[in-house]
């Protein structure tokens, strides 16, 4: 079955523990990317990748760091996780940066305390 | 960053009755896409749109793209209880370097009462 999947889908952390999140993809798509969702802001694009060893930052990147080292994942890293940081996270892919369609993980609930 | 605006921004609705909302740009669009986002789950692609007037279905769920390429429209007939969820439009702001940025609209939170 084509899916995004994230691991975990719930974490609850503490200020200042380096955490990851994981994300991969099994439909082939050169473009990855993270989103962050908090009520009444919509989804708010963090960082993305056109494909391998390609990333840049999004709208709201401060406190995240990012790696493509293979095409199929992108794992999200926060280095010293704040409470502002809280938040509703989603990986998602497409085909391409040209290709529109994009397709969406589980999510992964955090709460840093 | 971008955004779309997209309203309303919440409905209460009784089962069986029409629902629809709508999506407006600041810049002209190639591409619609409408995605529903249930409670605890990422969001799920609905409908996508590519022309000026195109007007496609997907079960009760009928979307529209605008004559202007500024606005889409998503309509649900007959809604039923498991048509609760917040509904996205998205469109791809084109990026100098070439390719698209996807810019999700606010949301609109739906929900049906029995």
């Known amino acids: 079955e084509a899916q995004v999947t994230q691991n975990p889908r719930y974490l609850i952390t503490v200020t200042g523990k380096k955490l990851t999140v994981t994300c991969s993809q099994n439909m082939n798509h050169e473009y990855m990317s993270w989103y962050r969702q ?13 494909n391998v060893e390609v990333t840049d930052k999004g709208d709201v990147p401060e406190g995240y760091k990012v ?3 293979e095409k199929r994942n992108f794992p999200l890293i926060l280095e010293s996780p704040s409470p502002n940081q809280t938040s509703l996270y989603f990986c998602a892919s497409r085909f391409s940066v040209s290709y529109n369609e994009q397709f ?9 305390l | 960053g971008q955004q779309l605006n997209q309203s309303p921004q919440s409905m209460f609705i009784q089962e069986g009755e029409d629902v629809s909302m709508n999506c407006t740009s600041s810049s002209i669009f190639n591409t619609w896409l409408w995605y529903k986002q249930d409670p605890g789950e990422g969001p799920v692609l609905l409908i996508a749109l590519y022309k000026a007037g195109e007007l496609t279905s997907n079960g009760r769920l009928t979307a529209q793209f605008g004559i202007t390429r500024k606005d889409s429209f998503l309509n649900i007939s007959a809604s039923i209880p498991s048509d609760v969820g917040i509904y996205f439009c998205a469109g791809p702001f084109i990026l100098t370097g070439g390719g698209n940025k996807l ?11 029995l």
């Not at chain 1, 969406?104 to 840093?112: A, D, E, M």
């Not at chain 2, 810019?103 to 009462?113: A, D, I, P, W």
Request: no cysteine; net charge positive.
């Open chain 1, 38 to 50: 908090d009520p009444g802001l919509g989804l708010r694009q963090i960082y993305y990748s056109m």
């Open chain 2, 103 to 113: 810019t999700f609209g606010t949301g609109t939170q739906l929900k049906v009462e």
């Open chain 1, 104 to 112: 969406f993980g589980p999510g992964t609930r955090l709460t840093v």
């Open chain 1, 67 to 69: 790696s493509r080292k």
